[in-house]
């Protein structure tokens, strides 16, 4: 590890500098972590909540149950190494109860370690999740769906006989959506936080931008997010704001701000790409499938039949879906359906 440009892991809106570091009794190198920009010292974490009781030292951390199993580890061996590295001991729910891990030890620089590395393998584990949520815009109105079923209707019509184009690539017209960023919520408290900041982004910046009012939109013209159209793997409507402003760019691209830094949502893009996704090779094998290639992970690596999409771009460059009143931010659930056939709602932001 070159010392001077030290790998960087953040953490709950702290920035973590990992340090390889040897100790007694334990003769192999052991990757610790503490907070920077600072050199470590005694009490490097002063941000964690350490209370003292009459029995040494103790700290709560606030775990979903999904995550236990990694504290734990095969056989406990996880959580045996933990304890025995740091000196401490974990107490940890049962499996499928909500509930705080506690760590208690006799020195507070153990207590505050054990949690400093819980922190750290909780996070790692926790960008390996699936996504759960999503903040979405709905752009499933019943003018937009007849438009898009027309345009649906007529690429099967011209250009079924190309590769790969088939019924099965085109999204569910209830579920016409554009998303801004995904989330994984483990829990009722989780998703209870981001319903929280989503009133918040409304109070400090959305009311300013919108007026109180909806933001009319245009969804006019596909294209496709790889580099050749030839193996194309999603195509997409553009949206754009009706009165030529960057409004609704500059509410996307600050709520995904906003829940970055909150750490609810890992940055993925320096900016929102506006886009409503009209057709995508994931649907092929599985027409449950939420979200866009651009937010769903390692899932959208996986391998698929890619279409070409020549054609399409060609015939359908300025095709018309229409125009929709956007006024509300929903966090919205991955894998479900409201009465509506839209995904069920976990949260909104309105804009009025």
Known sequence: ???????????????????????????????????????????????????ETERGFQCRVEVPSPLYKYIIGKKGETKKRLETETRTSISIPKPGVEGEVVITGQHRSGVISARTRIDVLLDSFRKKQPFTHFLSFALNQPAIQEKFLQFKEEVLEKCSQDHGVSSSLFQNPAKLHLTLGTLVLLNEHEIQKACDLLQRCKEDFVDQITGGKPLAVELAGVEYMNDDPAMTDVLYAKVHMKDGSDRLQVIADQLVERFVASG?????????????????????????????????????????????????????????????????????????????????????????
């Open 1 to 51: 590890m070159d010392v001077l440009r030290p790998t960087l892991v953040r953490i709950g809106g702290r920035v973590y500098r990992k340090n390889l570091i040897q100790e007694q009794p334990f003769p192999q190198e052991e990757e610790d972590f503490c907070a920077g920009p600072s050199d470590c010292a005694d009490d490097p974490c002063d941000a964690t909540v350490v209370e």
């Open 264 to 352: 609810l949502m890992l940055k993925e893009w320096d900016r929102v790409k506006l886009h409503a996704t009209v057709m995508n090779t994931l649907f092929r094998k599985d027409p449950t499938e939420e979200g866009n290639n651009t937010m769903a992970g390692k899932s959208s690596f996986r391998e698929r039949e890619s279409f070409n999409g020549r054609n399409i771009l060609k015939l359908f460059e300025n095709f018309w879906f229409g125009e929709v009143q956007l006024d509300s931010v929903r966090l919205s659930q991955r894998f479900s359906s409201d009465a509506s056939g839209y995904y069920a709602t976990s949260g909104q932001l309105s804009f009025s």
